[in-house]
């Protein structure tokens, strides 16, 4: 979050940040949103956002709240746009770490490697 308020903050933007345990908070707190004047939400990658989905994507369009995600899942359920690492990849990167472990390479040898595809 901290890389999103730096961000906000040298584009001169004000930024509020909303946390959701469960789905019964969801509601409420997007509604909240209307109260502070937010003219667009971006949701964090956290998973519980990922069962809530549809919800989530169904609410923020009643509200005419322009919605950014982390997964193109979401787009695909309606959501207006997303952002972040092509799963895809990350899974075919995890198909190729468990053939060189099964190969005989050691996990504890094996680099780590971040995400090279992104998807918008």
Do not use: C
Not at 98 to 103: C, E, P, V
Request: net charge positive; proline share 5%.
């Amino acid at each position: 979050m901290g890389e999103v308020e730096n961000a906000a903050h040298s584009l001169g933007r004000q930024i509020l940040i909303l946390s959701v345990g469960s789905e019964r908070e969801l509601e409420p707190t997007l509604a909240s949103l209307a109260q502070h004047r937010s003219v667009a939400l971006l949701v964090s990658g956290h998973s519980l956002f990922t069962g809530l989905r549809k919800p989530l994507v169904v609410l923020t369009a009643r509200q005419a709240l322009p919605t950014m995600h982390y997964l193109r899942e979401f787009t695909a359920t309606g959501g207006l746009m997303s952002y972040g690492a092509s799963v895809t990849d990350a899974y075919r990167q995890a198909g190729i770490y468990a053939g060189r472990i099964l190969k005989g390479e050691k996990p504890g040898d094996l680099p780590v490697v971040l995400p090279t595809k992104f998807e918008l």
